[in-house]
């Protein structure tokens, strides 16, 4: 979608940033933006996840806005 | 399909020494760990010279890093791992077949599982390449066994881009990452074999992909039909186990002994897959709450609501099941679990 001039965000753990920013290399858009949120994902409550979410959504609006 | 100038290998002048050769191909991690054979341009021809297919022809691409898979680049990994030249064309259509979306390729490259790639050669050249299907299958000694799998594991790296800690994520990883490559037994065999159960000739020559997580022996004197299947079943139920919770293939090596019991039995493949299915269920509540709930995600469209009396077959189907027969004499077969999100593929080797 990047490469169609579309907005791309991808949303990935911390323990998969490496292997998110290696592969966005390989597909040949290493700038593709990435918001990262804690890993491991499975298993948090209900709470934590609204937590992370709300935390999420903030860092892909600058992400996407070139803000902060 | 030729690939483009920009996915052919290049070319490089290197020391004509072993060990400068090694350390480079430490420095630039072309290798698993282990000492490689130098892929010079002499050498990767003789391997070419068994292709069948143009050098340029692109075979796949390859998950994670979408690396383009050309013949020549097959070859070169194959040199590598030390293969001889008459090895290629089963690693051509290996790398088809780990391509084939129903494998999962992305998933099996990049998890944290321990996942590896089991290769099982079927049919006529599986004896004349010498792929040994009998005493230490799965163990060390047979050079195309030990180099067959060490070259995938190599393109899978080299080519699709899976570097430990950096695109393969594995968490430990298992020893079978090295290589875990078998033929499968069709002398001692009650049954038809793999690549015949799977629509292919008896004369064809097949290799098939499997998304192994690891082996867990079976030594067991059972003597009846029945006992052997429970013993088995209770085997397959572990809780922590992405076969349950996704509804997997899992896969087992009979040794022939075991084989022969059912066979004795009047079991015939399919009846020992619908045993084992049957006995391996497993109540829902042994999963832990949090597997419990990955396989509501998973399983409900299959089961229905879990509940946790329910019992969970560790794939949707018995026909899911698995087997191969191979190994030496001795009471002992072996159970692969797999990957869960993923299916074995088979495809003919050109040759």
Known sequence: M???GKVAITV???AF???GRAQAR???IADLPIAVIPHPFGGRRREEIRRIADQCADDIVQLVTGAG | MSAPATDRAATFEAPDDLDAINRLSRERRWSDGLPVVPPTAARVERMLAHARRGRHDAVARLAPGFGVATVERIAINAVLAGCDPEYLPVLIAATAAVADPAFNLQAIQATTNPVAV????NGPLAQQLRINASFNCIGQGAWANATLGRALRLILQNIGGALPGEMDRATHG???KYTFCCAENEV????QPLHVERGFAAADSTVTVVGAEGTMNMNTHAKTADELARVIAETMIHPPSNEYVHGGEPWFILGSEHAEIFRRAGLDKNAVKHALWALSKMPVKRLS???????RASRTPELGELADDTLLPISPRAEDIQLIVAGGPGTHSVYVPCFGNSRAVTRRIAV
């Not at chain 2, 709450?289 to 396989?295: D, H, L």
């Open chain 1, 2 to 4: 990047a490469k169609h």
């Open chain 1, 12 to 14: 990935c753990s911390t």
């Open chain 1, 17 to 19: 940033l490496t292997l």
């Open chain 1, 26 to 28: 390989a597909l040949g």
């Open chain 2, 118 to 121: 089991w290769l099982i050669v």
């Open chain 2, 174 to 176: 298992q020893p079978g």
């Open chain 2, 188 to 191: 001692r065999h009650p049954w």
């Open chain 2, 289 to 295: 709450s949090n597997e419990i709930e990955r396989a």
